[in-house]
């Protein structure tokens, strides 16, 4: 099965200080990609970050970087220096090369000052 | 700007009164797509099309119709509406299937579907 598994339901960090949320996923391809969305209470889907499964490095966007371990099927979302705005939902993604992505359950972060 | 628009916003309606939510891009891209979000099951694809007159169903197409005429638009049809389609709709659209590869999968506002 083309499973995402997103174990924390929810999670909480003080503002400025880091956050990792948890993002593991099932596949027997070689080639695949890796995404996460933020999904802010006005509901919208945000783009934040890209993984390609034959990518060398993780890969950063800003305060996000991609921690990528490839043999244990991880990819996990790192927020640096958290701000308020950062609390929202996130949801892990792959592409499965049927034309869609499959998701997670996602994640909710809160902020606090 | 580019965007995904998608249309109404908000709906609440009825059981068995067909309802189509509209879906527009001003990007000129071949890929759309709708999905569902509903509480602990994340977002599932409903349907998909690479291209004009070209759409398939995803995994959970029970209930829905689309139809893609045009490239720009990509309409998602609930001709007989149960409470168990209540759910956040989106649409999404990339410039092809390579777009998806590098994240550019960009999705509408999202509709709130209210079937009682």
């Known amino acids: 099965a083309q499973k995402i598994t997103q174990t924390q339901p929810g999670m909480f960090v003080q503002e400025k200080e880091a956050v990792t949320l948890d993002c593991t996923y099932d596949?027997?391809?070689?080639?695949?990609?890796l995404f996460w969305y933020k999904q802010p209470s006005s509901g919208e889907m945000i783009f934040l970050i890209y993984?390609?499964?034959?990518?060398?490095q993780n890969a950063t966007e800003g305060r996000y970087s991609l921690n990528f371990q490839k043999a244990r099927k991880s990819a996990n979302l790192v927020i640096s220096a958290s701000q308020l705005g950062d609390s929202a939902m996130y949801f892990c993604a792959r592409d499965t090369g049927f034309q869609k992505l499959v998701f997670g359950t996602g994640t909710r972060l809160l902020v606090s000052p | 700007e580019a965007q995904v628009t998608q249309n109404p916003r908000y709906l609440i309606t009825v059981t068995g009164k067909k309802l189509t939510v509209t879906c527009s891009q001003n990007?000129?891209?071949?890929?759309m797509s709708w999905y569902r979000q509903d509480p602990g099951l994340g977002l599932r694809q409903i349907y998909y099309?690479?291209?004009?007159?070209?759409?398939d169903k995803g995994d959970v197409p029970e209930g829905y119709k689309v139809s893609r005429k045009e490239k720009r638009n990509f309409p998602l049809i609930l001709e007989s509406p149960s409470p168990n389609q209540t759910s956040l709709y989106f649409c999404?659209?990339?410039?092809?299937?390579?777009?998806?590869?590098?994240?550019?999968?960009?999705f509408g506002e999202g509709s709130r579907l209210t079937v009682l």
């Open positions: 999404a659209s990339s410039l092809e299937l390579a777009g998806l590869r590098t994240g550019e999968l960009f």
């Open positions: 099309s690479m291209n004009v007159e070209v759409t």
């Open positions: 990007m000129n891209h071949e890929y």
């Open positions: 993984q390609g499964s034959y990518d060398e």
């Open positions: 596949t027997s391809d070689q080639s695949y990609g």
